[in-house]
Structures are given as structure tokens and as C-alpha cells.
């Protein structure tokens, strides 16, 4: 469904630099890969994204940003000094004009001709109805749950060939409900053998909603608790990225970093750094920095950060939605502490609490 506005943008990128720019083919392969990659980490390819142009104009734009940091790095490597600042920053201009517009037409070619894919649902409406609504609605209506079934497999035979074959109703048959599925085990089996296409509850929601409600791990218990158990040693891979990453971010970030230390000493003084306690992965406590964006006095007892809003700086309003005070984070993940891609490492009390609180937190 997505792979349309990747492959476009790809030729898109590959023509500007081919054509426009005159680069060598094999320079523009490795300059549209590069920028394709930076706009596919910031998720511009999302439906909900595409459908606002603001949004993919910004997202398109951190996007292109972050693939020129991959291109500076390669250009001295594989690139032989080739681009030059001028073509840099007009390929950069271009594209953030271009690319939005593109993602705007797809999404109306979307929302128009793409055809819905309807479900026929093993699972009880009272249980899991308000889950698929939001999938439903997320899919912006391109995915429908038609019928739910508590079903005997005689039942289920009568709506499937009803429905799959007869009033060509159904596209898929999903699984909500393990337990239920149990029931009719061997009708499922015989229907995906026959090709008629099977899919699972969890599969839908991860993406669509980009996360795992709560309702869905009790639904898939059992599936959820292999995979939450099974650790996983982290990749050299993972790692080697990490350290990459962590210092090319201090590199880039460090007139930001300097600039903003300077305004807070003249503001509040120092310290400059915070410093607090965290919980990492594995429940591991570790030391978390970042540039002050507050004022220096205690407050009693933890506190969310929108609790506190009489305590920011001047500085810190500007630094704190520009994320510039969490670029000193770069020094946790370049220690191993944290990383790149991962969960946000909360606060003790609050973790402790969270525990308590929300099932399967850990």
C-alpha cells in the first residue's frame, strides 16, 4: 500500500541529481539513497502524515536534514568532495518543496481508489470493538471489520462460504480472540490452506496504531509473554551504529550546545548540566545528563515536566521544543547507557509506580 510513494521518491530524488545537478549516476544513487533513508526515519511515508502537508513539509524537511548528515560523512569517503554547498542546499530546497506536494497527490489517489480490505472477525464486538474502530479509523476506513463472530464451525463455514465465496463479502478473516479461534481450529487451517488469507489481531494493531494496547496483550497473552521473555543479546551491529551515531550527533550538536550553555550561566548561573537517575533497560539504574532548561531551585518530590511549567527558563523555551537539551544525551548512549532507538528512560519513582499501575510495564 506504502511502497508507491517510496519507489516515486527514490526516482524523484535519483532524476534531481542526475538530471538537475548533473551528478554521476552512481553519486545521485547514493545521494537519493541517502536522503531517501533520513525521509524514512522520520516516518514522512505515514498515511496521517501524508495527509497533512504541514506535517510531511516539516517531517520532509527534518528528513532531508538528517540524510545531508549521512552525505557529509560520505563525501569525503566515496564522494571524493563532489558536492558543493550551492547544489547541497538548492538539492535540499527542491526537494522539501517537491516531495510534500507528491505525498499530498498519493494520498488523495489513496483515499479515493484504494479499495477496503474487510474483515470477517473471530472475536466478540463487547470485547475488542473499540480497538478496531481506531485501527478502522486509522487505516482512514480502508480497513473494516464486517461481521464478529462466537463461532461453531459450522457457523463459521456458513459465513465464509456466504461471504468469501458467494457474496464476495469478506476479504480476510481475522483472529481477535485466541481462545475462540481454539473452537475452530481445524476450519482455520482448512481455509488457509485453501488460500483464503488469515491474519492475527496483534499484526493489525502494531500497524496501525504503532503501539500494543493493553486489551491485546490479554487477548494474545500467551504469544506476547515468548516474546517479552525471549532476551535478546544486543548486535555488535547495534552497537558499532550507536557509537557512530552518538558522535556524529556531538559533532553536529556542539555550536548548539556551547551557544546554549553560554545563555544559561548568563541567565540562572550554573550548573549547566542536570543530572538525574534513571531506569535503563533491564531495570538498570544509570545517570541521565541534559542542558538545564530550568531554574535551580528543588521541588518537592518527582514531577512530569508540563507540572512545571513557572520553573523554565528563557532559554529553556527554546531549547527544551527544539530538543537541544537532550542533545547532551549523546554522551549516555555513546557510554552504552542508552541508545539511538529505544524506550524513554523514566524517572525511578515514576517507574516504580508505572509498575504498579500498568500490567506487563517491565
Do not use: C
Not at 525521509?39 to 495527509?51: G, N, P, S, V
Not at 546554549?260 to 548561573?269: P, R, T, Y
Request: charged share 30%; glycine share 4%.
Amino acid at each position: 500500500m506504502n511502497r508507491m510513494p517510496k519507489i516515486v521518491d527514490l526516482i524523484i530524488l535519483f532524476l534531481i541529481n542526475l538530471i538537475l545537478f548533473n551528478f554521476p549516476w552512481h553519486f545521485s544513487i547514493i545521494i537519493s539513497i541517502s536522503f531517501f533513508l533520513g525521509l524514512f526515519a522520520f516516518r514522512t511515508y505515514d498515511l496521517e502524515i501524508m495527509k497533512s502537508l504541514n506535517d510531511s513539509i516539516i517531517r520532509v524537511f527534518l528528513g532531508l536534514i538528517v540524510g545531508s548528515v549521512f552525505l557529509l560523512i560520505l563525501d569525503p569517503l566515496f564522494l571524493e568532495n563532489f558536492i558543493n554547498r550551492n547544489k547541497f542546499i538548492y538539492n535540499i530546497l527542491i526537494s522539501v518543496i517537491l516531495l510534500p506536494l507528491m505525498h499530498k497527490v498519493y494520498y488523495k489517489i489513496f483515499e479515493k481508489y484504494e479499495k477496503p480490505k474487510r474483515y470477517l472477525v473471530i472475536g466478540r464486538r463487547d470485547e475488542i470493538g473499540d480497538i478496531l474502530e481506531e485501527i478502522q479509523e486509522k487505516s482512514l476506513n480502508k480497513v473494516r471489520f464486517v461481521d464478529y463472530l462466537n463461532p461453531s464451525p459450522v457457523v463459521l463455514e456458513k459465513y465464509v462460504e456466504d461471504g468469501l465465496k458467494t457474496k464476495n463479502k469478506y476479504d480476510a478473516i481475522l483472529i481477535a480472540n485466541p481462545v475462540l479461534k481454539k473452537k475452530v481450529e481445524d476450519k482455520i487451517e482448512e481455509y488457509e490452506k485453501k488460500g483464503i488469507k488469515v491474519e492475527y489481531l496483534p499484526y493489525l494493531a502494531e500497524k496501525y496504531l504503532k503501539r500494543i494496547p493493553l486489551k491485546v496483550i490479554e487477548k494474545f497473552e500467551e504469544y506476547y509473554k515468548i516474546i517479552f521473555e525471549n532476551t535478546f543479546d544486543e548486535s555488535p551491529a547495534k552497537r558499532i551504529i550507536d557509537i557512530i551515531g552518538s558522535i556524529i550527533g556531538l559533532i553536529v550538536f556542539s555550536p548548539f550546545i556551547l551557544v546554549a550553555s553560554l545563555l544559561i550561566i548568563i541567565e540562572d548561573g550554573l550548573p549547566v548540566i542536570f543530572k538525574q537517575y534513571r531506569i535503563g533497560k533491564d531495570n538498570k539504574e544509570f545517570l541521565l545528563v541534559k542542558l538545564r532548561s530550568m531554574k535551580n531551585f528543588r521541588t518537592n518530590g518527582p514531577r512530569f515536566a508540563d507540572e512545571e511549567q513557572d520553573r523554565i527558563l528563557k532559554i529553556g523555551k527554546i531549547i527544551r521544543p527544539l530538543r537541544i537539551d537532550e542533545s547532551l544525551q549523546f554522551v549516555n548512549i555513546l557510554k552504552g547507557e542508552m541508545s539511538l532507538v529505544g524506550p524513554r528512560p523514566e524517572q525511578i519513582p515514576f517507574v516504580r509506580e508505572f509498575e504498579k499501575l500498568i500490567p506487563y510495564f517491565n
